[in-house]
């Protein structure tokens, strides 16, 4: 660690090297009596006004003669964190943080004052979770102000922040939430050791994070969880969860996360219980209508059609007869231009998206099906589908993937390939654990006192409802 | 991390269940008899109230051949295959290639089973191999995958299971016909002699004794609970079955309970066989999955229980041989059927190990 010495200039030499001349490196000389002092700053970075006002301004009137070292300890409180230090690499790191950093001539130490006025996003609704009740506010990109966010609502003394720095070039800011009262501490190890284990070189977003939280980075679902809602993490949190949060991206990270989870929503918590286990059924429907319609149905129509009642497989008969491609690669063809639609529409601005749904519903809707390419039975198979996947956008992913699977499988094998391949899945995903969770919990293992916020959404007013924390599933290792 | 590590499949083989999914695996196993036989196949003159009773005769010498096993196991860590090799690792390989033979067959014979079903009902023109090779593989990567995840697996095909059992019954009612049921009046007759004949579709007992060292307290409360549940499961559907399509059609044809849920109806669902079809594939799966870990296990243990990579592949190897023969030669299957259908192999490995590992351990400390 390479220490400052006691000349101003040399220091700001070396750190100008260091900068390699880097434009937004500003450096603001002065002389306090024969103290010749200088205030270092990265622009952009700094409220200006507090500067001018707190630092700069006072500095520059002081009478000649004043301890500048006392003058600052004593002025600390006012500045937002203040440190000393000898280190070049910490000086770097807390300048290009934001701060201002001072340094003097005949002294070693520089003196760091928190001014970190950057611009950010403000807090508005989080566009990949909405909700009907529930706050309006989402994470943004500058962690401590994320960090207020939980805190503010809640006030306990358990929760607790553990900031660490990772990104070997990056220097970014990831912090640890939990609840001392209520994580598991042989998890919350877990969980630190497999982040001191990381040795990424930029760490850009909690997404870069993600599979170094996972056993399985290769299944094909997470067993970590996101979020972009502060209400949520803190509900999480509550659980014995852990969240963690990376400066630079609105996005959170919450470990163990279980399959269930995907099908919760913070809404459910504020709706009337029976309206929100109803809407519990209908997203467990939608998942397997998006992940398995498709496929039974070009199963059924090929392999089966004596399942079908009579008067639907004369409607499939009539529109499928005069299409030229066999019913899976029909499937198949379909499924893909509806994901080339979606990704251009996710990529495109704003002012032309709209054109997307025109084309989509022009190429798929209508000039398709009147040219005889694909019937119009499968294009409401594909707009179903779509639309169940809408309602748990949080497994889009994983639901795509086997959906293109169990296309393959019906159409090849039928019913007998599908079934196979559930139970394939099936056992892929009871394979799975997340910090030693079973990711099927509280389902199998079977914790009876979980599934009240499962299959079913108990009240509040029921004592039982007090949720379970993660650690107590059936199946975990106890320390 | 490396999925298929050592230390990983080690820890897969030794990994631990709680009773009740071992009550699962053990329970949907039996059951699986059901959907293939009910019990009461091949004899002639054979009465509803004779299969009924030669099927509370097997559980109860169920009951009876584990005896020696428990009294064994009494007081010891880990399963019999683990005491084995704790006594000495020949010992441990013999007992272990022992049990994975009719661990295997068991496997096998349960994937021949599910071809035997898809070629007869669903789909008469596949190719009997492809279907006993894909489900082979199917069942040795559920196999890999670990004992934890099957058994996990095993309480949502239970659910799935009862659930479609019910539906069907209550679909046939309109079919029942008290007549039919007369035949449980009828003298009993021959009830030993056809509880000999099919003690040996009770795989369960084997899979019982080589996961007894896998699973955590009440394993026989377990063993019984699934016994007991399975029988009358069994014996509940075989009712059914005689009470819609009378009383001979148990004994004179193959997956009866599929039949029955074909002539089901309720309501929405209107037939109930595609219910049933994904019912059956995934209790197959389960049962082959639970009889490959079961084979995989006794293999590693066999080959002295150190390297668990290169066994997993002779495993699935073997099992992958094992079931495209029992698919392409169809006398194979029922030859090895013959071997091992009257329990006696069975009966000689469960009582007859314990006693001789007991005599060795009195030996070796004499």
Redesign the interface.
Known sequence: MEQLSEQLQENIEELRGRLRGTSDFVVREMQVGTVKLAVLLCEGQFDLKAVGDILIGPLSKLPSGTDVQRWLRERSPLFNGYTETQDIDTLLLFLMSGFACVLMEGCGTCFIAGFTGFHFRSAGEPSSEMNERGSREGFVEPLRINLSMVRRRVKNEALTFEIINKGTKSHTDVALCYMKSTVSESILATVRQRLKGIDLEYILDSGFLEPFFE??PTSLFSTVGTTERPDVLCGKLSEGRIGILVDGTPFALIVPHLFVEHFQTFDDYSHRPFFATFLRWLKYLSFFVCTLLPGLYVGVTV??PE?L?SDLLLNIIASEQNTPLPMVLEALVIHLFYELMREAGLRLPRPVGHAIGVVGALVIGDAAVNAGIIGSPMVMIVALTAISSFVIPSLYESTLLLRFAFILAGGL?????I??L???V???L??LKSMGV?F?SP????KTAGLGDTLFRRSWTNRRNRGVPVQDM??VEHE | ?N?GSEPVLKGKLSARI?A??LFCLLYLSRVFLALSKTGAQGEQGFTLSSALLALAVDMLLGFAVMLPFLLYMRGRDGGLLENAHALHPAAGRIVGLLFAVPSFYYCAETVYQFGLY?REY??EN?GTLI?AF??AL?VS??AF??L???A??S??VLAVSVVTFLLIGFGAAGNYDPIYLRALLFPVDGVWKQAMDTFGYFFDLLAFAVLYGNTKGGRGHSFVWSGVLGTATVAVLSVMVSAALGDGFISRVSFPVHTLAGISELSIF??L??GY??CW??LS??RG?LYGFCAYRCLYYAGGAKRAVPVFYLFAAVLTVLCSLFALVGNAALAASTLFQNGLILTVLLVGTPLVLFLLERGRRA
């Open positions: 056993d399985k392999f089966h399942l009642p094998a039928g019913l007998y390939g079934s196979v559930c139970g394939v099936l056992v892929n009871c394979s079973p099927l389902i199998t293992p079977l059936t199946g | 991390m999925r709680s009740f999914q898809y669903i789909m596949t279907v894909l489900m199917a990567y559920a995958m670990g934890e995840s099957v996990r697996m309480f949502l209107q037939r066989d595609a079809l994904v594939t995934l799966f389960v999955a």
